[in-house]
DNA sequence: TTGAAAGCGCTAACAG
DNA sequence: CTGTTAGCGCTTTCAA
């Protein structure tokens, strides 16, 4: 009942170890009835290849690390779908690491990746990720790497994005058409590109409109739900409160639900409320949330497909090349008619 | 720039792999000083042990395996998160698959697995999933496999649940209290046991409370939106149409609101609705969602600690066993106050 | 306390 | 078309 080896169905059926491994990996230089042969015995014995084994030897695992900040975020969820869509189908295994939104844990794990476990990384950055040596030596070891989503501009990989930036004017802009004059922005990070793109975005927007900045209006939440709360809530408590709120991450737009429902305002009415979300729940919260909905199964699509043929080509090199794919705007209930 | 191995510090510091090897993973049989010489080494050099060479070398792969249905949802986002916490403090890896409720690719992921690519496995089996063929040959070659949620009770191993059917019986049992005369009990599968259970606690609440069963109340969903949404729309619009719903998983919900509105049907005035759910929204939902939230944290947080502490013990079996930790039942106002 | 050598299971030249 | 052989990088007896 023990695991059985190459070395074992040679054996059981006199040839040597390399035919077998020849006629099991479909070489051309094996007859189409050795090879028959091979398999037949192979089902018979229920031999399962030695991943290891064949790792070790050829350099590669045929299998990818997908390293993420979160989970239990419809976005992430739904980019991993993508994701194992394409590399299920190419024969790669996924291995997916959390890093919590933790810097250091995002060094281990990428460190750990030096020693060839996977051919190549789709990364999206923690909130902390600043300083870019531990992606930059990965890369510099040959293993190719493709961002999608939370981006380093200044490393020289292909980039998957969506319109940050004009989503987040867009967003602003409505709020703004639609009667706000004091609009909050919720960020959560204040070092990473795509979290000050979407800044810009906001900022432009009242630029446009001659609303006056102001860094009161910006708020930076710490990934505490508790204190970001408190936080908010303050803020809308002060005498000429919001009246539009623009969340840059899809779990900030519960907090705003759940300030505004103990400060008793009412959303659109007292405030009007947009997000950038992914979640199915969008429609049916009260009121229905109007979102910015990232293409998250197709970023995550691109990311692995440009993988994919980076690893098919055996070059590591990947072209510095950004891709953009469009965010949905849909207007719901949460901001005026 | 390139890939430096145990050889190689071997070399640079005169010594021989063994020693090496021995001195990094911290073997008692090695001296403190040399033992500082080759980490200051391996440091200097950026040594990054080859993962894939250790395995095939001791025949275990410091990682375990995660087979769920389905990332996008609540249930398994949160349980994954449980289950890295304590893979990542043992210095486990994980590898996360997905079988989209498909038994083949439910197959094909245990068989591969057979190589010995994972020390364990954390297993959640599809709704398609009746035989356990495969189930038992992988524990038969020694890996170790705890199930949680969705479990095969046939197989002797632990299985981390929850109370699905006190919970359903509950849930069932206060709608009818509120008033509900035909609740309706949407199912993801007939072939689970934690599918009958819900269901069984949704029976025999009824048959407690007098009502009279009816196959016609029992809708099997097919995993496909949109033709439950349209089974459930019919079922809704019937001249005697339902006055309450047990839903056995999150998405359901969505799909029952969507249903409601476009009929006009109010909810809970027309019809009141209990969900299993563990989504973050349901407070906010509209109205707030009554749910049956597990503990989906824990649920797989105490899968992957059974599971460590087996591959700890070098033993594969494991206890057969059940564990039931209790789902927290919340009322808002999809139900009648 | 350190070293030599065999081997984990498979792949990949290179010969035959 | 098939076989021989030498590794891949690390662990692990067994000697020294």
Redesign the pocket.
């Known amino acids: 009942m023990n695991?059985i080896?190459?070395?074992?169905?040679?054996k059981e059926l006199?040839?040597?170890?390399?035919?077998?491994?020849?006629?099991?990996?479909d070489?051309?230089?094996?007859?189409?009835?050795?090879?028959l042969r091979v398999n037949e015995m192979a089902t018979k014995l229920n031999?399962?290849?030695?991943?290891?084994?064949?790792s070790?030897?050829?350099?590669n695992s045929k299998t990818i690390g997908v390293v993420i900040p979160e989970v239990v975020d419809s976005f992430f969820a739904q980019a991993i779908n993508g994701i194992e869509a394409v590399a299920v189908e190419k024969g790669y295994h996924v291995m997916i690491y959390l890093t919590h939104e933790n810097f250091e844990k995002e060094k281990t794990i990428l460190k750990d990746f030096e020693?060839?476990r996977v051919d190549g990384v789709l990364l999206s950055v923690s909130r902390e990720t600043t300083k870019t040596a531990h992606i930059n030596e990965l890369m510099k070891k040959g293993v190719p790497l493709v961002f999608f989503d939370r981006v380093i501009n200044e490393i020289a990989t292909t980039k998957i994005t969506t319109n940050d930036y004009e989503m987040a004017y867009k967003a602003t802009n409505h709020l703004v058409k639609k009667g706000c004059q004091q609009i909050l922005f919720l960020s959560f990070s204040n070092l990473l590109s795509i979290s000050n793109k979407r800044l810009d975005g906001y900022k432009n927007a009242l630029q446009d409109n001659g609303i006056e900045i102001s860094d009161l209006n910006i708020l930076h939440f710490k990934n505490d739900p508790k204190k970001d709360y408190l936080l908010l809530k303050n803020k809308l408590k002060l005498p000429n409160r919001a009246d539009g709120i623009l969340a840059s991450v899809e779990k900030f737009a519960f907090t705003i639900y759940q300030a505004c429902e103990a400060l008793q305002l009412s959303i659109p009415t007292d405030v009007q409320v947009i997000s950038f979300s992914n979640l199915e729940a969008a429609s049916f919260m009260n009121p229905p949330l109007t979102t910015i909905a990232q293409p998250a199964f197709e970023m995550g699509k691109t990311a692995a497909t440009i993988l994919m043929k980076a690893l098919a080509r055996k070059k590591s090199e990947i072209a510095e090349e950004d891709i953009i794919l469009p965010s949905a705007f849909v207007v719901r209930k949460s901001t005026r008619v």
């Open positions: 695991k080896t190459i070395k074992m169905l040679a006199r040839l040597s170890v390399s035919t077998v491994s020849k006629a099991i990996s070489s051309h230089e094996i007859s189409p009835q050795t090879k031999y399962v290849p030695n991943h290891f084994a064949s070790l030897g050829t350099g020693s060839g």
